[in-house]
């Protein structure tokens, strides 16, 4: 329970989330939707900044989750960014944090560039 609210705080606080799962265990595949579900809710809108990653891209021979899970399930997300990685290898990490701050800039207005409405005028 404890672990839940923290977890909401960060949710709460976060700009943008990739939520990774392993191509050798379908479990945590099967419990993204869950997770997504809940920084939805969290964050209280549909757009978030948000990568599916498939990790252990290196473990090909070990795999049990197709690329085109992945891939269908980004775009059940609204064409929702989708990476294959490997972190032991080096394949693509950089990518995923590359796209994430793309996606968050675009939604955050650069300083100096908001244009702010005066909120009440006196004539």
């Known amino acids: 329970e404890q672990f839940t609210a923290m977890r909401d705080l960060y949710m709460k606080n976060g700009q943008g989330f990739a939520l990774v799962y392993s191509i050798t265990a379908q479990s945590t595949f099967n419990d993204l939707q869950d997770l997504r579900e809940q920084i939805l809710r969290v964050k209280d809108t549909e757009d978030v900044p948000m990568i599916l990653v498939g990790n252990k891209c290196d473990l090909e021979v070990e795999r049990v989750v197709a690329k ?14 989708f990476l294959e990685t490997s972190a032991k290898s080096k394949i693509n990490v950089n990518e995923i944090f590359y796209d994430l701050v793309r996606q968050i800039n675009r939604k955050t207005p650069a300083p100096g560039k908001v244009r702010s409405k005066p909120s009440c005028q006196l004539l």
């Open 68 to 81: 085109e899970s992945g891939v269908g399930l980004a775009r059940q997300w609204n064409s929702c960014a």
